[in-house]
């Protein structure tokens, strides 16, 4: 079921146009067992559609993440990626740190609007996040804080309706075949 998205509609005559998407969690303490908010993002990626090309946990370490983001849009089979984890503002927060000096282009509008919907769920504790989100070699890159709830309201109201080939007036899904133009 899709979110009623402001200034937003879905054509529902139209087939979904699946993305791949790579769901990375960054911690150092989940494991597969315990990593309940990237088990929670691969079943939404996978409910709305689209193919879940990967998922793995890496440690909150700046040089693991980067090299499994360049990893990811190496091979040419990722569309999109969404993180979980690492946004936050302690020392071992390094998320932002590590993805944004890879961003061809920073996507500035996101963490707005995923501020606006956390702060209608958490309040004003949206402000310990430091979501973000950008393209690196023509891939989609969103990172989101590693709870659940930030995870639900991240995919469920602002990354899903972009990722949604139906959405309309547009998409980023229609921005894709356009993202390395010169």
């Not at 973000?132 to 590693?146: D, E, H, Q, R, S």
Request: charged share 25%; aromatic share 4%.
């Amino acid at each position: 079921m899709n979110a009623i998205v402001p200034g937003g509609k879905y054509d529902e005559s139209q087939p979904v146009t699946p993305v791949r998407i790579a769901v990375l969690t960054i911690s150092d303490t989940r494991d597969e067992e315990s990593d309940t908010s990237g088990h929670l993002l691969a079943e939404r990626v996978t409910g709305a559609g689209h193919v879940l090309a990967a998922k793995e946990i890496v440690p909150d370490d700046v040089e693991a993440i980067r090299a499994q983001i360049k990893t990811w849009v190496a091979s040419g089979d990722v569309d999109a990626i969404v993180t979980t984890g690492g946004t936050g503002i302690t020392g071992r927060d390094v998320t932002p740190e590590a993805v944004e000096p890879l961003f061809d282009k920073k996507i500035d509008g996101f963490s707005v609007v995923f501020h606006l919907v956390s702060y209608q769920s958490v309040g004003l504790s949206t402000l310990q996040s430091r979501a973000t989100a950008g393209i690196v070699g023509g891939v989609f890159v969103f990172c989101l804080p590693g709870s659940n709830g930030e995870v639900k309201d991240g995919w469920d109201k602002v990354i899903s309706a972009q990722l949604d080939s139906r959405h309309k007036p547009c998409n980023m899904v229609e921005l894709m075949p356009r993202l390395l133009e010169t």
